[in-house]
């Protein structure tokens, strides 16, 4: 059987990288990509990197009665406060939605006017979302009508964290997560910090205090230890296009050895298909330059008992595992396919 799928929001950087690892997934045939500034004109307009791919597909006003009756499966590429105003028509029709912006990240619809400044439509919806890491939610994504996709810092984030933080090795009460982020996480529409001649070759904290990829990691870690935690996290751009790396900074609860964190890491992470836990070789702590162009994320840690403390690592490519190929990845979990198709390739080297 061959999944129909659209994706709403397609000539940005996630729903490009959509349409491409779609594009090669044996199982799927995408049959819609909106663009209210491309309609009418070939994806490979937009997506340079898609010629020759997806001939027959242009882009698409959104039209949800269309999209409905041509499509089981959407994704949403669209910026926050677009989601929720469409998910109820998809459902309500039976699609099953992965949606990639943060519309349904959060379960208390509070704080998105706290966080994202707009007053949530479907706190009902909401609270039947699940979210979309499968390492931590894979169970509640096989039933889900509506998966939310991680942000690509959180995702770094949360993964890093998570073996440490159920395990209880560490102090829950001082985690300070530093994320360093390529320009791809801002989207395609250039603004003055994300324009070229600005962005390139920096390394430049931002959104220092309140950024919003905050409360959904704090949210899912408190899932995870069973009591509401708070975190300190910093982004920071830097020059590549992509990669995220996640450096979480933690005191170890007690006499915890290196031995200990590598035991709970291999317990939580062994068998997971796109989670490699790295600890050897010239380069011995994660690094997006080898993950960049895969689905994997590799993690790791260095750990200092004499002084308590330790570093945890995540490294992903934002724009496959923290958005399209985690989307593909849960989407796969929801059709009851191989949660590996359409995703079994290896990162590009050199990049
Ligand atoms: N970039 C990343 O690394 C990353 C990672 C994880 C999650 N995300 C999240 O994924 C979402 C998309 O990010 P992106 O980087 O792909 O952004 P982007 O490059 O700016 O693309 C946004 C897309 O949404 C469409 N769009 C904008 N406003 C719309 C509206 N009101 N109704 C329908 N379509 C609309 C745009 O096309 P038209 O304007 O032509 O319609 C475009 O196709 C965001 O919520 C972002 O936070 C991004």
Same mark, same amino acid.
């Given at each position: 059987?061959?999944?129909?799928?659209?994706?709403?929001?397609?000539?940005?950087?996630?729903?490009?990288?959509?349409?491409?690892?779609?594009?090669?997934?044996?199982?799927?045939?995408?049959?819609?990509?909106?663009?209210?500034?491309?309609?009418?004109?070939?994806?490979?307009?937009?997506?340079?990197?898609?010629?020759?791919?997806?001939?027959?597909?242009?882009?698409?006003?959104?039209?949800?009665?269309?999209?409905?009756? +041509?499509?089981?499966?959407?994704?949403?590429? %669209?910026?926050?406060?677009? !989601?929720?105003?469409?998910? /109820?028509? =998809?459902?309500? $029709?039976?699609?099953?939605?992965?949606?990639?912006?943060?519309?349904?990240?959060?379960?208390?619809?509070?704080?998105?006017?706290?966080?994202?400044?707009?007053?949530?439509?479907?706190?009902?919806?909401?609270?039947?979302?699940?979210?979309?890491?499968?390492?931590?939610?894979?169970?509640?994504?096989?039933?889900?009508?509506?998966?939310?996709?991680?942000?690509?810092?959180?995702?770094?984030?949360?993964?890093?964290?998570?073996?440490?933080?159920?395990?209880?090795?560490?102090?829950?009460?001082?985690?300070?997560?530093?994320?360093?982020?390529?320009?791809?996480?801002?989207?395609?529409?250039?603004?003055?910090?994300?324009?070229?001649?600005?962005?390139?070759?920096?390394?430049?904290?931002?959104?220092? +205090?309140?950024?919003?990829?905050?409360?959904? %990691?704090?949210?899912?870690? !408190?899932?995870?230890?069973? /009591?509401? =935690?708070?975190? $300190?996290?910093?982004?920071?751009?830097?020059?590549?296009?992509?990669?995220?790396?996640?450096?979480?900074?933690?005191?170890?609860?007690?006499?915890?050895?290196?031995?200990?964190?590598?035991?709970?890491?291999?317990?939580?992470?062994?068998?997971?298909?796109?989670?490699?836990?790295?600890?050897?070789?010239?380069?011995?702590?994660?690094?997006?330059?080898?993950?960049?162009?895969?689905?994997?994320?590799?993690?790791?840690?260095?750990?200092?008992?004499?002084?308590?403390?330790?570093?945890?690592?995540?490294?992903?490519?934002?724009?496959?595992?923290?958005?399209?190929?985690?989307?593909?990845?849960?989407?796969?979990?929801?059709?009851?396919?191989?949660?590996?198709?359409?995703?079994?390739?290896?990162?590009?080297?050199?990049?």
């Amino acid at each position: 059987m061959t999944f129909r799928v659209a994706i709403i929001g397609a000539s940005g950087y996630t729903g490009g990288e959509a349409l491409r690892l779609l594009a090669m997934h044996p199982r799927v045939e995408v049959t819609a990509a909106t663009s209210r500034e491309y309609a009418g004109k070939p994806v490979a307009t937009v997506h340079m990197n898609l010629r020759s791919v997806l001939g027959s597909i242009k882009f698409s006003e959104l039209n949800l009665e269309k999209i409905v009756s +041509e499509a089981d499966v959407v994704f949403l590429s %669209v910026p926050s406060g677009v !989601s929720h105003t469409v998910v /109820r028509r =998809l459902v309500e $029709a039976g699609l099953k939605v992965l949606d990639l912006s943060p519309d349904f990240r959060l379960k208390n619809p509070r704080l998105y006017e706290e966080w994202y400044g707009f007053r949530h439509g479907e706190p009902e919806l909401l609270a039947e979302s699940v979210y979309g890491l499968p390492e931590i939610h894979r169970d509640e994504i096989r039933n889900a009508r509506v998966v939310a996709c991680p942000g690509c810092n959180s995702t770094a984030a949360i993964l890093s964290l998570a073996p440490a933080v159920r395990e209880g090795l560490i102090e829950l009460e001082h985690i300070a997560v530093d994320v360093k982020v390529g320009s791809s996480e801002a989207g395609r529409q250039p603004s003055h910090g994300t324009h070229h001649p600005e962005r390139a070759n920096v390394i430049r904290p931002y959104e220092a +205090e309140g950024h919003r990829h905050v409360a959904e %990691v704090e949210q899912e870690l !408190s899932l995870l230890c069973g /009591r509401e =935690l708070k975190i $300190a996290m910093v982004p920071h751009a830097v020059g590549n296009v992509r990669g995220a790396l996640a450096t979480s900074h933690v005191w170890l609860a007690g006499s915890i050895d290196e031995t200990a964190v590598w035991r709970a890491y291999a317990k939580h992470y062994g068998k997971e298909p796109f989670i490699r836990v790295v600890r050897s070789g010239p380069v011995k702590y994660p690094d997006p330059k080898y993950v960049v162009g895969s689905n994997y994320c590799d993690v790791g840690f260095a750990v200092e008992p004499s002084r308590g403390r330790a570093a945890l690592f995540a490294a992903i490519d934002n724009l496959i595992k923290g958005a399209a190929g985690q989307a593909v990845q849960c989407m796969n979990i929801m059709l009851g396919l191989d949660e590996r198709e359409g995703l079994n390739f290896l990162p590009i080297s050199p990049v």
